[in-house]
C-alpha cells in the first residue's frame, strides 16, 4: 500500500461482519424477538424474504431491518480505520455492501461505488421510473410508530409516480433501479481504473464471499494477471484465496478484517495515528 500508485479497493459482506454488522445471533435476536416468536425466524437476511400477510407487517419488519443495518453506527471501527489506511492514497472502493458504511465513516463519495444499492432508498416496485427516494425521514416515522410488528396505514410507501408499492433498492432482480447516481459513480469507477489498470496498482480485496466474485474478486484477479506491476490482495475469514498464476503477486490473510486493518493501524513509522 504504501509503494502503490493507486488503491483500488472491492468491499464484501464479511467487511460489514467485521464491523458488527451481523445477521443472526444476539444483535438479531435483540431487535427482532417478536418476530422471531411469530415466525420463527433465524436471521436477518432470510427473514427479509419472507411473504408477510399485510403491508403493515412488511415495513414493520423492514423498517427495523434498515434502521439497524443503515442508520445506526457501526459497532466496531473498522471503517474508520481503512479509512485511516488510505486517506493519503489515491484510492477507490467498489462494494457489494449496502449498509451506506464507507460515507458514515467519512470516505469521500466521489469514490464510492455501491454496485448492489443502498438501504437508505426506496424505489417503485415495478419500476416505472428510474429514479430513487432517500428514506431515512419514513424509516424513523415507521421505527417510532409500529405497534404490535404493525406500521400505521398512511406510511406505508408509496410511488410518488404511479401510486403503486415500493421497495428498498437492492438488486434481487431486473426491477432493481440504477438512477443517475448509480450510472455517475460507475462512470468514475470505470475511469479510475482505466488509468490506473497499467500501473503500480493494489487490488484489495475486503471479505469478498462466493455469492457474487463477478463484481470486483474476478476482475481484480485478471487485471492483476495482465499487469505485472500489479499486486491482489485479499482478508477475509475463511474465505481468502488466490489463484495459481498470481500467487507469487497476491497477499493472502485467512482473519478478520477488523483485527488485520488494526494491526496495518498500528505498525509504527506507517500511518499517522
Not at 60 to 76: C, D, G, L, M, T
Not at 129 to 145: G, P, S, W
Not at 229 to 239: F, H, I, K, S
Request: glycine share 8%; with cysteine.
Amino acid at each position: 500500500m504504501q509503494s502503490a500508485d493507486a488503491v483500488i479497493v472491492g468491499a464484501g459482506a464479511g467487511l460489514s461482519t467485521s464491523a458488527g454488522f451481523t445477521y443472526s445471533g444476539e444483535r438479531f435476536e435483540r431487535h427482532f424477538a417478536d418476530f422471531i416468536g411469530k415466525y420463527g425466524f433465524t436471521d436477518m437476511y432470510s427473514a427479509g424474504f419472507y411473504p408477510f400477510p399485510t403491508e403493515e407487517e412488511h415495513w414493520a419488519y423492514w423498517s427495523r431491518h434498515i434502521y439497524y443495518n443503515r442508520y445506526v453506527p457501526a459497532p466496531k471501527p473498522v471503517y474508520d480505520n481503512l479509512l485511516k489506511l488510505l486517506k493519503d492514497k489515491d484510492y477507490f472502493v467498489i462494494t457489494t455492501n449496502v449498509d451506506h458504511q464507507f460515507q458514515k465513516a467519512g470516505f469521500d463519495k466521489q469514490r464510492l461505488f455501491y454496485t448492489q444499492g443502498d438501504y437508505g432508498l426506496f424505489q417503485c416496485a415495478k419500476p416505472c421510473h428510474q429514479k430513487t427516494y432517500d428514506n431515512e425521514e419514513l424509516v424513523k416515522r415507521m421505527i417510532a410508530e409500529q405497534q404490535d410488528m404493525r406500521i400505521p396505514t398512511e406510511l406505508v410507501p408509496r410511488c410518488p409516480v404511479c401510486g403503486g408499492p415500493m421497495k428498498v433498492n437492492l438488486r434481487a432482480d431486473e426491477t432493481f433501479v440504477e438512477d443517475e447516481g448509480w450510472h455517475a459513480a460507475s462512470e468514475r469507477y470505470t475511469g479510475f481504473v482505466r488509468r490506473h489498470i497499467d500501473g503500480k496498482v493494489l487490488f484489495l480485496d475486503l471479505g469478498s464471499g462466493g455469492n457474487t466474485p463477478v463484481i470486483f474478486k474476478i476482475p481484480f484477479i485478471r487485471w492483476t494477471m495482465q499487469n505485472p506491476n500489479a499486486t491482489y490482495a485479499t482478508v477475509n475469514l475463511g474465505e481468502a484465496f488466490t489463484v495459481d498464476q498470481i500467487a507469487d503477486r497476491s497477499i493472502v490473510i485467512n482473519g478478520d478484517i477488523g483485527e488485520v486493518l488494526e494491526k496495518l493501524r498500528m505498525m509504527n513509522g506507517w500511518v499517522r495515528m
